[in-house]
């Protein structure tokens, strides 16, 4: 049971990211998926969600228009399209959903 994020890295200003999410050991399809980043020092903060069947989305004001969040529930995966990066955005990104957390995936917005 477990939640497995991928594709952080270090990108330039401007570019983008796609974060993965692979779940297992709990049916995903029931299941509000969310993305949350984290700076040091910062609380956690809760970037996208979206619901069991990917009808609703919905984001934090600092990454709308730039951040799509969306899921495919056969293959048992969240994603986290980010583009238009900017330096503030650099956090380690968590994936949460059931009653699980990932490990974390570091995203670095730098020149």
């Known amino acids: 049971v477990q939640l497995v994020e991928s594709g952080g890295g270090l990108v330039q200003p401007g570019g983008s990211l796609r974060l993965s999410c692979a779940a297992s050991?709990?049916?995903?399809?029931?299941?509000?998926m969310r993305w949350y980043r984290q700076v040091p020092g910062k609380e956690r903060g809760l970037v996208a969600h979206?619901?069991?069947?990917?009808?609703?989305?919905n984001y934090a004001d600092s990454v709308k228009g730039r951040f799509t969040i969306s899921r495919d529930n056969a293959k048992n995966t969240v994603y986290l399209q980010m583009n238009s990066l900017k330096p503030e955005d650099t956090a380690i990104y968590y994936c949460?959903?059931?009653?699980?957390w990932g490990q974390g995936t570091q995203v670095t917005v730098s020149s």
């Open positions: 949460q959903g059931y009653t699980l």
């Open positions: 050991g709990f049916t995903f399809s029931n299941y509000v």
């Open positions: 979206i619901t069991s069947d990917g009808g609703r989305t």
